[in-house]
């Protein structure tokens, strides 16, 4: 009897997670996989249109994808106010009745289970498949009752919808995260409007700069780079004397030696904490410190300050600087300088405050 599995969820949006536990369930339990868009979840009503996200799934398995996957257009089609996964199963049984019929289940939704609409007959059509997830304890009479199946897979990674909504990840398909980006879906939106249209447009090249940079520098994290590159401006209409106030909170020390134009960096690594909820102080310091620099600057703080700089929407001709950043972040990073620093001699610019001076100090050797 051959096998076919069934992935329903919102996929608000798909991301990598989601393909890599159907690519695990298509080869350990040799299924087709087909992907259930919902339209109406019970639980949970998805901010954006199902005719997104179906076309970000379908971006998605187009480009990241497998032959053994699909998609299925049944519950998007549905007009119910709510849809429940019982009748998606009924369907697929008198569709395929001569088929093992499999459905995977996030381990959150374990516990919860026996709430769904009619959960006996759901286990009755197909096996429930559950993939195990750090800091979830399972329910065993759940599991027992249902013949709930394990998927011996643990690879799926710490990504979550939720977390690519609110820009705590990116790890999801490229294609995906331009349609975000194109669409102004999720954290774009917020972005916007802190800083408005022109200026996203900026931060985006900025991000997808800085995230190749980082790919081809064979960074660990290279996700945390476009995070960084996206979000380094958010702080630019942030009020001067409230971005001030930062400065003098949590930088007592250079409160009188930076000039107002240096206040958004602060200010945008305050935003980038307390409305993104971002907490990997690498990240905070390349928003931090992208406009002045400074000493002893990570990997990520010199590639953002460079991609920043470099940013073909400047107008300018950067690509020297761009190639010189692909070939070594490092020596792009001080080619990137240089360059900076003769900008701004040639346009008159006083650059006395103590990070920038620091900064060119020690990575040129004169200020």
Request: hydrophobic share 40%.
């Amino acid at each position: 009897m051959e096998s076919l599995i069934l992935f329903g969820g919102s996929f608000n949006p798909i991301h990598n997670g989601h393909l890599r536990i159907a690519r695990a369930a298509s080869l350990r339990m040799n299924a087709e996989v087909i992907f259930v868009p919902n339209a109406k979840p019970r639980w949970k009503r998805p901010e954006v249109s199902g005719k997104d996200r179906l076309a970000m799934l379908e971006a998605a398995l187009k480009a990241d994808g497998s032959p053994s996957f699909s998609i299925s257009r049944f519950e998007l089609g549905e007009n119910a106010e709510v849809h429940y996964w019982v009748d998606t199963l009924r369907h697929f049984k008198k569709r395929y009745p001569k088929m093992r019929l499999y459905f995977l289940i996030g381990a959150d939704s374990v516990n919860s289970f026996p709430e769904w609409e009619r959960p006996d007959e759901c286990a009755s059509l197909a096996t429930p498949l559950y993939v195990s997830r750090p800091g979830v304890e399972l329910n065993d009479a759940v599991l027992t009752k249902y013949h709930m199946r394990r998927l011996d897979y643990d690879g799926a990674g710490p990504v979550s919808s939720s977390k690519v909504r609110t820009l705590q990840s990116i790890d999801v398909p490229l294609v995906v995260r331009e349609y975000i980006e194109s669409h102004g879906l999720y954290y774009m939106a917020k972005i916007k409007e802190l800083i408005g249209e022109r200026r996203l447009a900026h931060s985006v090249s900025v991000a997808n700069l800085a995230y190749h940079i980082a790919v081809k520098s064979r960074l660990d994290d290279p996700q945390a780079a476009y995070i960084a590159g996206l979000l380094h401006d958010c702080g630019k209409n942030y009020p001067k004397e409230e971005a001030k106030a930062i400065l003098e909170k949590e930088f007592p020390e250079l409160a009188d030696q930076m000039p107002e134009w240096t206040y958004h960096q602060f200010a945008g690594a305050y935003i980038a904490k307390e409305v993104f909820g971002i907490e990997d102080e690498t990240i905070l310091s390349a928003i931090r410190y992208h406009a002045t620099g400074k000493a002893h600057m990570a990997p990520l703080s010199k590639i953002i300050y460079a991609a920043d700089k470099a940013d073909p929407a400047r107008g300018y001709d950067s690509s020297a600087l761009i190639a010189a950043c692909y070939k070594n972040y490092y020596l792009g990073f001080l080619t990137v300088l240089d360059a900076n620093r003769d900008y701004l001699k040639e346009k008159g610019y006083v650059l006395d405050n103590p990070l920038t001076k620091e900064c060119m100090e020690l990575y040129l050797g004169e200020y």
